[in-house]
């Protein structure tokens, strides 16, 4: 059965983990009936302090048959087609350079990262902390990009190489194929087999396995990283002044697509001020108004929020100046969607009745669920995922059609069952 998608946060101390992750969101913080939706799985014997429920900005079903109106999610939520979907986080806390030989918080560090299937990199891009998390000033950050993949990798080879005679000795003795041997090394990493071919794949390697050089294990090792720790890299603190010039540094050497920038400080800001009825504020968008904006756009009450002294002003004038505008968001809503993008993840609507859509039982909601799965799952999976072991009798798809187990889920075609 497919598991749930994790996404682990890695960075040095102090790079900006837990302010992106935005620890209130925890689950011991979160309202009763969300706590019991991470609860009541089996797997969550223990609250475990790291894990944390972000929320991922999808389009959602109901804009498409124009049912937004009676949207209600059991979790998360929904405005005018746009739903938050919840999303388990993993803060992995302690890396510093050597840890694959136990430095820091080392083997506790690396034993967390193997249940992630993506990673998001939270990179101090202000420089003004150095390579152990302490304040500093000019430090380039495209050290932390280099030095924390080089642990990853490191760590993995580390333990190949180790036993690669008599791993070498056994692939001849049973004929195994490749597949089979490496799997039989990175499983514990979460790998599947699925992965240890894609990442073969890549290289078209024509040696057979007993004679790979150390060069080549090497280049699979790297292969097998960058398809088990997909990774997107939040350049976080963009609001410090220093940032500038090592973003477009940074921009020069990486996949622009893995790049977003951020400003989680600004992020926990503004839903501060929000909650606190200070000011109004669409997450993941530039949009902030205080009550002087409100009026002046004709709403008389200001939309009912509180006054803003001097120097509130002043610092909200500044975030906007030196982030929203600039940047166009505080990017910490977008660092999950990029994610989730690298993963392929696809969000699914299990409803019980497909022509309204409905929950049943007398219900007018719609659409109240969605579980996102990883890209290539098939129908079956979904709905041994959604149900259990319960019989399956057949699945059906919008329109009443029914769709075959064996088909893979895609946005659009079969992920209304
Ligand atoms: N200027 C600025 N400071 C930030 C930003 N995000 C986090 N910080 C500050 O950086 C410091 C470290 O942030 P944390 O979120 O605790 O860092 P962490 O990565 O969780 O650190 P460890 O738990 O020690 O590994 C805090 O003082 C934050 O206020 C940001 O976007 N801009
Ligand atoms: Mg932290």
Same mark, same amino acid.
């Given at each position: 059965?497919?598991? %749930?998608?994790?996404?682990?946060?890695?960075?040095?101390?102090?790079?900006?983990?837990?302010?992106?992750?935005?620890?209130?969101?925890?689950?011991?913080?979160?309202?009763?009936?969300?706590?019991?939706?991470?609860?009541?799985?089996?797997?969550?014997?223990?609250?475990?302090? !790291?894990?944390?429920?972000?929320?991922?900005?999808? @389009?959602?079903?109901?804009?498409?048959?124009?049912?937004? %109106?009676?949207?209600?999610?059991?979790?998360?939520?929904?405005?005018?087609?746009?739903?938050?979907?919840?999303?388990?986080?993993?803060?992995?806390?302690?890396?510093?350079?050597?840890?694959?030989?136990?430095?820091?918080?080392?083997?506790?560090?690396?034993?967390?990262?193997?249940?992630?299937?993506?990673?998001?990199?939270?990179?101090?891009?202000?420089?003004?902390?150095?390579?152990?998390?302490?304040?500093?000033?000019?430090?380039?950050?495209?050290?932390?990009?280099?030095?924390?993949?080089? $642990?990853?990798?490191?760590?993995?080879?580390?333990?190949?190489?180790?036993?690669?005679?008599?791993?070498?000795?056994?692939?001849?003795? *049973?004929?195994?194929?490749?597949?089979?041997?490496?799997?039989?090394?990175? @499983?514990?990493?979460?790998?599947?087999? !699925?992965?240890?071919?894609?990442?073969? %794949?890549?290289?078209?390697?024509? $040696?057979?396995? $007993?004679?790979?050089?150390?060069?080549?294990?090497?280049?699979?090792?790297?292969?097998?990283?960058?398809?088990?720790?997909?990774?997107?890299?939040?350049?976080?603190?963009?609001?410090?002044?220093?940032?500038?010039?090592?973003?477009?540094?940074?921009?020069?050497?990486?996949?622009? !697509?893995? *790049?977003?920038?951020?400003?989680?400080?600004?992020?926990?800001?503004?839903?501060?001020?929000?909650?606190?009825?200070?000011?109004?504020?669409?997450?993941?968008?530039? /949009?902030?108004?205080?009550?002087? %904006?409100?009026?002046? +756009?004709?709403?008389?009450?200001?939309?009912?929020?509180?006054?803003?002294?001097?120097?509130?002003?002043?610092?909200?004038?500044?975030?906007?100046? +030196?982030? /929203?505008?600039?940047?166009?968001?505080?990017?910490?809503?977008?660092?999950?969607?990029?994610?989730?993008?690298?993963?392929?993840?696809?969000?699914?609507?299990?409803?019980?009745?497909?022509?309204?859509?409905?929950?049943?039982? =007398?219900?007018?909601?719609?659409?109240?669920?969605?579980?996102?799965?990883?890209?290539?799952?098939?129908?079956?999976?979904?709905?041994?995922?959604? +149900?259990?072991?319960?019989?399956?009798?057949?699945?059906?798809?919008?329109? =009443?059609?029914?769709?075959?187990?064996?088909?893979?889920?895609?946005?659009?075609?079969?992920?209304?069952?």
């Amino acid at each position: 059965m497919p598991r %749930d998608p994790l996404i682990g946060l890695v960075g040095k101390p102090s790079s900006g983990k837990s302010t992106t992750l935005n620890r209130k969101l925890s689950v011991r913080h979160l309202p009763f009936k969300e706590r019991e939706h991470v609860l009541i799985r089996p797997r969550f014997t223990t609250i475990d302090p !790291q894990r944390a429920i972000g929320y991922l900005q999808i @389009s959602c079903a109901c804009a498409r048959y124009d049912l937004s %109106d009676r949207c209600k999610p059991n979790y998360g939520a929904c405005v005018k087609g746009k739903r938050s979907v919840p999303i388990e986080l993993l803060d992995v806390a302690g890396l510093v350079p050597g840890a694959h030989e136990g430095k820091g918080l080392g083997n506790k560090f690396l034993d967390d990262l193997r249940q992630a299937d993506a990673l998001i990199h939270v990179v101090d891009v202000s420089g003004t902390t150095d390579a152990e998390g302490k304040a500093t000033r000019g430090y380039d950050p495209l050290q932390d990009i280099v030095w924390l993949r080089s $642990e990853i990798v490191r760590w993995i080879e580390g333990n190949l190489v180790e036993k690669w005679g008599s791993i070498k000795r056994r692939h001849v003795a *049973i004929k195994a194929n490749p597949i089979e041997t490496l799997q039989n090394q990175f @499983s514990g990493y979460g790998s599947t087999p !699925q992965t240890v071919a894609r990442a073969l %794949d890549r290289l078209k390697l024509k $040696e057979p396995l $007993e004679h790979w050089s150390p060069e080549t294990i090497s280049s699979v090792v790297n292969s097998f990283t960058d398809e088990k720790f997909p990774t997107v890299f939040a350049l976080n603190k963009i609001d410090h002044p220093d940032a500038d010039k090592n973003i477009s540094k940074i921009a020069k050497m990486q996949d622009p !697509q893995s *790049i977003v920038l951020c400003s989680a400080i600004s992020e926990v800001f503004l839903r501060k001020l929000a909650k606190q009825g200070f000011v109004r504020y669409v997450e993941g968008s530039e /949009l902030v108004d205080t009550r002087e %904006d409100l009026v002046e +756009m004709g709403e008389a009450d200001g939309g009912g929020l509180k006054e803003l002294d001097e120097k509130l002003k002043t610092r909200i004038e500044n975030l906007k100046d +030196m982030v /929203l505008y600039r940047f166009g968001s505080t990017g910490v809503v977008q660092v999950l969607s990029r994610a989730a993008e690298l993963l392929g993840l696809v969000p699914v609507f299990p409803v019980r009745n497909i022509h309204g859509f409905g929950a049943g039982a =007398g219900s007018n909601a719609v659409f109240r669920d969605c579980v996102l799965v990883q890209k290539g799952t098939t129908v079956r999976d979904c709905a041994r995922k959604i +149900m259990g072991d319960a019989p399956l009798a057949y699945v059906e798809g919008a329109g =009443g059609v029914r769709v075959s187990e064996d088909e893979v889920v895609e946005v659009g075609k079969n992920d209304v069952s």
